[in-house]
């Protein structure tokens, strides 16, 4: 079983398109061994030394991440460096990588969307990013997603709702009352601080995201709308099971697909 690598690349940007990558994101092919056949595939959320070990183990010769291994420039591959360690480690094992990083978070049934599929909202659609009058973004729509809850519930049951949806027990920081009725939700996976405003003025009771800053909490308790922030690893881990999925049934069983099993959250809980 395999398919050339070419083909590979077309099949992934069918499901991440390139043209929804964000102009400071680098999405696409980080490592590339030049290989004309591929035949087993891991998706990871990341790059890093368990995963590394992971795909040498499973014998994978090619690597789909959501997280960019190469974001910044670099000048120099080094082995004392983290980077430039993995990028040695790789290449010596002969395994190319490929990032979809905001190609998926926008894309149809992409991150976004699978979280509110999720979490079980209804009439899922882009958040209109006219109706926050941010001036500084000439664009229709900002990242993200709103839907709505069947039944409307209270902030608290949405709590224990994204707490076993997401695998985020005891992990989450909220803003608002636990009372609160919310019925039109906004989300953003990653750090989506920046949607916050758009979500607002979309007339959302809650707003889930990660990584949220002081003053964007201030602004969502100011503005009495609800504010869940999931981790940046708990709104993104989900990225391997869905997009390990869609691949499987583009390519068939031209190629074998593995989900990585390693946890690459770099946070734990002492207490």
């Not at 100011?222 to 709104?235: K, P, R």
Request: with cysteine.
């Amino acid at each position: 079983m395999s398919m050339s690598m070419s083909e590979l690349i077309a099949e992934i940007e069918m499901i991440a398109p390139r043209e929804l990558e964000e102009e400071w994101d680098n999405c696409g092919m980080q490592i590339n061994m030049g290989n004309d056949e591929v035949s087993r595939v891991l998706v990871a959320l990341e790059i890093n030394k368990s995963i590394i070990a992971e795909a040498m183990m499973k014998g994978v010769d090619f690597i789909i991440t959501h997280h960019p291994l190469l974001f910044n420039k670099i000048d120099l591959v080094d082995n004392n460096d983290i980077i430039g360690n993995y990028i040695i480690d790789l290449v010596k094992a002969d395994i190319s990588v490929y990032s979809a990083h905001t190609t998926f978070d926008e894309a149809f049934g992409g991150n976004n969307e699978y979280m509110a599929e999720l979490i079980g909202l209804s009439r899922v659609r882009k958040i209109n990013n006219k109706r926050a009058y941010i001036k500084e973004q000439n664009r229709e729509y900002t990242p993200g997603r709103i839907g709505e809850f069947q039944e409307p519930i209270t902030m608290e049951a949405v709590c224990r709702l994204i707490e076993n949806a997401l695998d985020v027990k005891g992990e989450l920081r909220t803003v608002g009352n636990s009372n609160k009725i919310i019925r039109t939700v906004g989300l953003c996976t990653g750090a989506g601080g920046d949607t916050l405003v758009a979500a607002i003025k979309n007339g959302c009771d809650l707003f889930i995201s990660s990584d949220i800053k002081h003053h964007q909490a201030k602004i969502a308790s100011e503005s009495e709308v609800c504010l869940i922030d999931a981790g940046h690893y708990g709104t993104e881990h989900i990225f391997a099971e869905n997009f390990a999925d869609k691949l499987r049934k583009n390519v068939g069983t031209k190629i074998q697909v593995l989900e990585s099993e390693i946890v690459s959250n770099p946070f734990s809980n002492m207490i």
